[in-house]
């Protein structure tokens, strides 16, 4: 009596490569996309650093910028502004700071902050709030005109990023 093709030791080898190398080519088209959305997104890198003309910005006012999908706040002072902040007790505060370490010495009418509560993560609006700076609605967070916390739940100041002046007129962020 002949053999039988399903005990034909060369025809199980067969099938069994062919069907392991399906199998390896099927997880490869399942594994190469769920690792590549781990990657950051093109507009993210792109992004890692960003320049900012701030020749427009009047005294007293305030722009706000997306920077690694943050809103960064950049504010141009007035005297009377960086006087008040620095007026502060700043070791009474919640998030001790002084003024002069959230800016930069020699551009201290400027003050550049991630514009993200350090509570939960919203956006404070801008000259609201109890101290002339920025307030939280979400959670009732105050903070004063140098960004630093002064009531709320939010536990420290408003984040300031790395950043330099290029030029008199152009700010660089990250």
Known sequence: MAESDTTNPDRRDFLLIATSAVGAVAAGAVAIPLIDQMNASRDT??????????????????????????????????????EQAREVDWEALPDPQPDDQRVKPEHSEWLVMVGVCTHLGCVPIADRGDYDGWYCPCHGSHYDGSGRIRRGPAPNNLEVPDYTFVDANTLEIG
Do not use: C, M, N, Y
């Open 45 to 82: 890198l792109a992004i890692a650093q960003i320049r900012v003309d701030i020749s427009q910005v009047a005294l007293g006012q305030q722009i706000t910028v997306l920077w690694r999908g943050k809103p960064v706040f950049i504010r141009h002072r007035t005297e009377s502004d960086i």
